[in-house]
């Protein structure tokens, strides 16, 4: 018992969870469920986060906040300010310091490494308009007490997309394990099937919407052009970092963030240019002849039903996604 005192409080400060591992988890021979961080700290890593953010983003120097970010928004937000600081050497000529306010973090007990939260918050980023008031949901882990937090999940969400989520007498977050037979999809399995439906409208499981039919239907559109054909491949993502984190929800389902990888090549006709835009040209290997193949990675927010409930269809509530590497030929 004095060791898993010990290990309480000196470990109190982890954030991270790997959906692989469902349930209990040896933690240095003990098995305890634990809340997964205080909020003074998780407070202080949302305080570290943004002050390496705004440092990286004013220099466009990726080494300035690698050390906070991981999983899919660390692969975007690395290669975005690898590909600007090609760009705009000098750092950034619009660089306006992110602030974060009226923060709510969404903590859940589990046991055992890695460990997770969100951290619910405003941004000052809607301030010139747009699409109106909208909550900045970052998801910071950590995988060990000898790791520092990390986020590796952004959604940008309008408040009344955020669902209500399941929580105990202490109000603390109930996670839910990767192969939940609990929901109509469980969440180590949404990357795969949300990649299978993008490729070929199945699985039907998912809504439409601007991430899923609307999108299918613009690809569709910009397959065939007069002297360009394009290809989309996608791919599941679950692996470390970037498995999936999901949360239950007051009405049965949960709420599941997840990635995935996305490819894309142009093939130009004989005589046909393909145009490289700036950003992707900062991150092209190889020489553009008549191929050029985009990666990108991807951040989703759904909400999950339970199993049985009313179809069982995923709703894509929405989606990060940046340029990662591209590659000519």
Same mark, same amino acid.
């Given at each position: 018992m004095r060791r898993l005192s010990r290990a309480a409080a000196g470990l109190a400060a982890a954030v991270a969870l790997s959906l692989a591992a469902g349930g209990c988890v040896t933690v240095h021979g003990e098995r305890a469920v634990v809340p997964a961080v205080t909020k003074d700290e998780a407070a202080q890593a949302l305080q570290a986060f943004t002050k390496a953010y705004n440092a990286a983003d004013k $220099?466009?120097?990726? $080494?300035?906040?690698?050390?906070?970010?991981?999983?899919?928004?660390?692969?975007?937000? !690395?290669?975005?300010?690898?590909?600007? !600081?090609?760009?705009?050497?000098?750092?950034?000529?619009?660089? &306006?310091?992110?602030?974060?306010?009226?923060?709510?973090?969404?903590?859940?007990?589990?046991?055992? #490494?890695?460990? #997770?939260?969100? $951290?619910?918050?405003?941004s000052n980023r809607d301030e010139d308009g747009g699409d109106g008031d909208t909550r900045w949901l970052l998801a910071f882990i950590r995988t060990g007490p000898d790791q520092t937090w990390r986020a590796a999940y952004l959604s940008v969400l309008a408040p009344d997309e955020i669902p209500a989520f399941t929580t105990d007498e202490e109000g603390y977050a109930e996670p839910v394990a990767a192969d939940s037979s609990a929901l109509a999809v469980a969440p180590g399995e949404l990357s795969e099937q949300y990649a299978g439906y993008l490729q070929s409208g199945k699985p039907a499981r998912f809504k439409?919407?601007?991430?899923?039919?609307? #999108?299918?239907?613009?690809? &569709?559109?910009?397959?065939?052009?007069?002297?360009?054909?394009? !290809?989309? &491949? %996608?791919?599941?993502?679950?692996?470390? %970092?970037?498995?999936?984190?999901?949360?239950?929800?007051?009405?049965?389902?949960?709420?599941?963030?997840?990635?995935?990888?996305?490819f894309e090549r142009q093939t130009a006709a004989k005589g046909v240019r393909l145009k490289v835009h700036p950003d992707v040209q900062a991150l092209l290997s190889g020489e553009v002849t008549s191929t050029l193949t985009k990666e990108r990675v991807s951040s989703q927010a759904v909400t999950v039903p339970a199993a049985g409930a009313g179809g069982g269809a995923v709703e894509v509530l929405g989606r990060l996604a940046g340029l990662t590497s591209a590659k000519g030929s």
């Open positions: $220099a466009y120097d990726p $080494a300035l906040d690698a050390h906070v970010v991981t999983g899919s928004l660390g692969a975007i937000n !690395q290669a975005g300010l690898a590909s600007r !600081q090609v760009n705009y050497p000098e750092g950034n000529p619009t660089h &306006r310091p992110l602030e974060l306010a009226d923060t709510r973090f969404v903590i859940p007990k589990k046991a055992g #490494w890695p460990r #997770w939260f969100i $951290a619910d918050t405003d439409d919407g601007p991430y899923t039919s609307a #999108w299918r239907a613009e690809r &569709r559109k910009s397959a065939n052009l007069p002297g360009i054909s394009t !290809q989309y &491949r %996608d791919r599941a993502a679950n692996e470390g %970092d970037f498995a999936p984190l999901g949360l239950a929800t007051e009405d049965g389902g949960a709420f599941v963030l997840f990635s995935m990888r996305s």
